[in-house]
């Protein structure tokens, strides 16, 4: 749920129109949750979840065959996996054979997380991965959207975790 809210605030930063909301299935505590995050151009108007989306990211690489969790994803959507395993490690490659392998990518995030945060919290780290992977929000705006939300000393732990993740897709040397 935070990070479809930090994303939404990092695409409204930027201008674009934006939505973020959760969807629980069991109201129960360590339960799955999906969060859906709208970004358009234009005014949003449905309230609807997302069955198409044009993006996934996948938090807990444990439910990826628990739950049909590419359902609906775009031919040509994007795809972030939290794991330090190859997308053939984790057992993928057919279930996403035909995609643009450019893609698709995993990132330690929770490792990630815990080397610059102190903590396992993924959500902000795999935002960085996503930025680097579509192109289409800076991982700047991520940053303004944490120092918004969080103190100052806590935004910039996580906005190094961000940059971290994000020039591991990117294969950038990390300034720090």
Do not use: W
């Not at 129109?17 to 005014?43: D, L, N």
């Not at 938090?59 to 053939?88: H, M, R």
């Not at 935004?155 to 975790?161: G, L, S, V, Y």
């Amino acid at each position: 749920m935070t990070a479809a809210e930090l994303l939404s605030l990092a695409a409204f930063e930027e201008g674009h129109h934006v939505q973020a909301f959760p969807s629980f299935g069991s109201e129960r505590t360590g339960a799955p949750v999906v969060s859906y995050c709208r970004i358009s151009e234009g005014e949003i108007r449905t309230r609807e979840p997302v069955l198409a989306p044009d993006a996934l990211i996948i938090q807990d690489s444990t439910l990826l065959f628990s739950a049909d969790v590419f359902a609906g994803l775009k031919p040509d959507g994007y795809v972030v996996i939290n794991s330090s395993k190859t997308i053939e490690e984790l057992g993928l490659s057919d279930l996403l054979e035909g995609r643009d392998p450019a893609r698709i990518v995993t990132v330690p995030a929770t490792d990630i997380a815990r080397e610059h945060i102190g903590r396992p919290l993924p959500n902000v780290v795999l935002l960085g991965a996503l930025a680097a992977l579509t192109g289409r929000f800076k991982v700047d705006s991520i940053a303004h959207a944490l120092r918004r939300k969080f103190p100052e000393k806590l935004a910039a732990a996580n906005t190094t975790a961000a940059r971290a993740a994000y020039a591991l897709v990117m294969k950038e040397p990390i300034d720090a």
